[in-house]
């Protein structure tokens, strides 16, 4: 629970957000799909700007059409993955905020979403299958371009793969 109040406490909720378009922290959710013990979340959420200030909080889940195609996704899955997301978008809404799915792939998605979103920060739990290395690889890329600053975590393993 403890968790559960530095959220509340540390995140902008879109409803106190007036006038213009806000900073924004967008945390990239993949693979760990919890809000506890999760580092790049809890990065996300304590982000500050130049001023100081608390930012806007946006969680993201793109729905990447690779997993569909290479990954064997049935029924069956495909309904888990569903029901994951809107549970996930409940416990983000009973903390003033909501999950943002959108479909595509990342490197196509991204540019958009720089544009729109007035994002400074970009987190996501480090992956170490080759194809999320690539992915990962050209959306920092791309971030560097937007000015958006990038945090990948490790959470996802028992280790630092990298060390």
């Not at 213009?20 to 999760?38: F, Q, S, Y």
């Not at 400074?120 to 791309?142: F, N, Q, S």
């Amino acid at each position: 629970m403890y968790f559960f109040n530095i959220v509340i406490t540390c995140f902008l909720f879109e409803s106190e957000v007036m006038g213009g378009t806000p900073e924004c922290a967008v945390h990239w959710i993949r693979k760990g799909m919890r809000l506890h013990d999760n580092p790049a979340l809890l990065s996300a959420i304590n982000y500050k700007n130049e001023k100081g200030q608390n930012i806007l909080l946006k969680p993201l889940y793109i729905l990447d059409p690779h997993f569909r195609k290479f990954m064997r996704v049935g029924p069956n899955r495909w309904r888990f993955l569903q029901q994951s997301l809107a549970d996930l978008d409940q416990k983000f809404r009973a903390l003033g905020s909501r999950l943002y799915v959108v479909q595509g792939k990342p490197e196509e998605v991204f540019p958009d979403i720089f544009k729109t979103w007035n994002i400074k920060l970009l987190t996501w739990e480090y992956d170490i299958e080759p194809y999320a290395k690539k992915r990962d690889g050209l959306v920092e890329d791309m971030a560097k371009e937007y000015k958006v600053k990038v945090e990948q975590h490790v959470s996802h393993t028992l280790y630092n793969t990298n060390l």
